[in-house]
């Protein structure tokens, strides 16, 4: 907080290539990234879409695949405490119904994993492994209300919307983004300028088969603004600045929210 209690947090998103199957690896890749966002004065790192398994096919899924109470992510925990960090990472998840869904989670600084959000909107190669997730859950966290959404539900208004009408300010989301990379800025602008809220997307590198990963990960204000971009197709970690006044003051000049009409929209 600063005098006049508004709170401010730097917001940092990385960025590395995966290896396939390599949880050990790619753990110690996300405890080094930890280590150089805490450095930087960040209090919260956005980690892209399934880093910490890689990208599965339909027969590598299962076996990438770890439960949220498991040994995989107590290490992330400890990695969150002792860099005193929030994380946000995607795995992918297998449930105690036996399911697997492509899953974000949100380790607060204490190390306590407070949340877990499955992707709604799947994509072509997720539905032949992939269960989908049924809604989207802001929740508080070092006073910031915030909500977590994976890649493709980018391009849907209605993701980063229902958290914004549940009081979110910021949204955090992790990629593996197979399109243009113009139009993944342009998304992640979009959902940005539609709630006057502030949004980190971190995005995956390397590929998927023949297929590359695209995009850069990118920090954006309530205008829609880059306040951070990293370099595309290079290890990276990018920071900026968190503001409830700047939420404040474009929701006060644009009352997209207040202004709803959910009555008009068929």
Same mark, same amino acid.
């Given at each position: 907080?600063?005098? !006049?209690?508004?709170?401010?947090?730097?917001?940092?998103?990385?960025?590395?290539?995966?290896?396939?199957?390599?949880?050990?690896?790619?753990?110690?890749?996300?405890?080094?990234?930890?280590?150089?966002?805490?450095?930087?004065?960040?209090?919260?790192?956005?980690?892209?879409?399934?880093?910490?398994?890689?990208?599965?096919?339909?027969?590598?899924?299962?076996?990438?695949?770890?439960?949220?109470?498991? #040994?995989?992510?107590?290490?992330?925990?400890?990695?969150?405490?002792? *860099?005193?960090? &929030?994380?946000?990472?995607?795995?992918?998840?297998?449930?105690?119904?036996?399911?697997?869904? *492509?899953?974000?989670?949100? @380790?607060?600084?204490?190390?306590?994993?407070? &949340?877990?959000?499955?992707?709604?909107?799947? /994509?072509?190669?997720?539905?032949? /492994?992939?269960? +989908?997730?049924?809604?989207?859950?802001?929740?508080?966290?070092?006073?910031?209300?915030?909500?977590?959404?994976?890649?493709?539900?980018?391009?849907?208004?209605?993701?980063?919307? &229902?958290?914004?009408?549940?009081?979110?300010?910021?949204?955090?989301?992790?990629?593996? /983004?197979?399109?243009? +990379?113009? !139009?993944?800025?342009?998304?992640?602008?979009?959902?940005?300028?539609?709630?006057?809220?502030?949004? #980190?997307?971190?995005?995956?590198?390397?590929?998927?088969?023949? #297929?590359?990963?695209?995009? #850069? &990960?990118?920090?954006?204000?309530?205008?829609?603004?880059?306040?951070?971009?990293?370099?595309?197709?290079?290890?990276?970690? @990018?920071?900026?600045?968190?503001?409830?006044?700047?939420?404040?003051?474009?929701?006060?000049?644009?009352?997209?929210?207040?202004?709803?009409?959910?009555?008009?929209?068929?």
């Amino acid at each position: 907080m600063d005098g !006049e209690g508004t709170l401010k947090s730097i917001l940092a998103c990385g960025q590395f290539a995966p290896v396939p199957g390599g949880i050990q690896e790619n753990t110690d890749r996300i405890r080094s990234l930890a280590r150089a966002a805490a450095g930087r004065g960040a209090a919260i790192l956005v980690l892209p879409e399934l880093c910490l398994c890689g990208y599965p096919s339909a027969a590598d899924a299962r076996k990438w695949a770890v439960h949220p109470e498991g #040994a995989e992510i107590a290490r992330l925990s400890a990695c969150a405490r002792e *860099n005193a960090i &929030s994380l946000c990472l995607g795995f992918a998840e297998l449930g105690p119904d036996d399911v697997l869904r *492509n899953s974000m989670g949100f @380790i607060d600084s204490a190390g306590i994993l407070m &949340s877990v959000y499955r992707k709604v909107h799947l /994509w072509i190669t997720e539905k032949e /492994w992939a269960v +989908p997730g049924t809604g989207f859950q802001a929740m508080t966290a070092g006073g910031v209300r915030l909500g977590m959404w994976i890649c493709y539900d980018t391009r849907f208004p209605e993701t980063a919307r &229902s958290l914004a009408r549940s009081g979110a300010t910021l949204g955090l989301v992790g990629s593996a /983004w197979f399109g243009p +990379p113009e !139009e993944w800025e342009l998304a992640i602008r979009s959902r940005a300028l539609d709630n006057g809220m502030f949004v #980190a997307g971190a995005t995956v590198l390397g590929a998927f088969g023949t #297929a590359p990963f695209r995009g #850069a &990960s990118l920090i954006v204000d309530p205008h829609g603004r880059v306040i951070a971009q990293a370099r595309e197709g290079a290890d990276d970690v @990018i920071c900026a600045e968190y503001d409830d006044d700047a939420v404040t003051s474009f929701r006060a000049r644009v009352p997209l929210l207040g202004d709803l009409r959910p009555g008009a929209y068929g």
